[in-house]
């Protein structure tokens, strides 16, 4: 090998360690563990078994509309407002997500500020929970169509008909 080419290899190869190559490594990286998580199938046997949970899915529309968890009340990121989480009850157990977990983690930061008790991440977002085999939701009936947010991080989504709508 070309002396110049082996340097350039082994860059390369070292950048690659940087990479997030999991859900997991993605997490630890952008996430600070502000907002205690649920694991997916702890979320699942709680939703099966009929406890009282609000859902907020913090994606933007364009993702929320091709799917999600069902029953999930759409928050936002960007458009995020105060107003339109006023109304629910404070202790009320609350489950925020997003793909993987990073944009549900700063809201679920803004509902600690506006004095909410019980919120949780949920770990993995709606790409683990499709990855599970978890159904998801549009317009009230069950679909395959995920929207994995940008190419990036649709390298997170194993399962599902990826849609960038």
């Known amino acids: 090998m070309?002396?110049?080419l082996k340097y350039l290899s082994l860059f390369i190869i070292g950048l690659s360690g940087f990479a997030q190559n999991s859900i997991d490594d993605?997490?630890?990286k952008y996430n600070s563990g502000s907002v205690s998580y649920i694991e997916v199938e702890t979320?699942?046997?709680k939703l099966d078994a009929g406890?009282?949970?609000i859902l907020l899915d913090t994606?933007?529309?364009a993702e929320y509309e091709v799917s999600h968890l069902k029953n999930a009340i759409w928050v936002g990121y960007d458009n995020f407002e105060k107003k339109n989480v006023k109304h629910l009850d404070k202790n009320t157990k609350i489950i925020v997500y997003c793909s993987i977990g990073v944009r549900s983690e700063q809201i679920g930061e803004r509902?600690?500020?506006m004095d909410f008790n019980n919120i949780r991440n949920l770990h993995g977002g709606i790409f683990e929970w499709v990855n599970r085999g978890y159904p998801i939701y549009k317009?009230?009936?069950q679909t395959q169509n995920v929207h994995p947010?940008?190419?990036?991080w649709s390298k997170f989504l194993e399962r599902g008909n990826k849609v960038l709508e």
């Open 139 to 141: 317009n009230n009936q």
């Open 2 to 4: 070309c002396y110049p």
């Open 51 to 53: 406890e009282n949970i």
């Open 149 to 152: 947010f940008d190419e990036f």
């Open 26 to 28: 993605a997490i630890q």
């Open 59 to 61: 994606r933007t529309k």
């Open 43 to 45: 979320l699942k046997t």
């Open 111 to 113: 509902l600690k500020a």
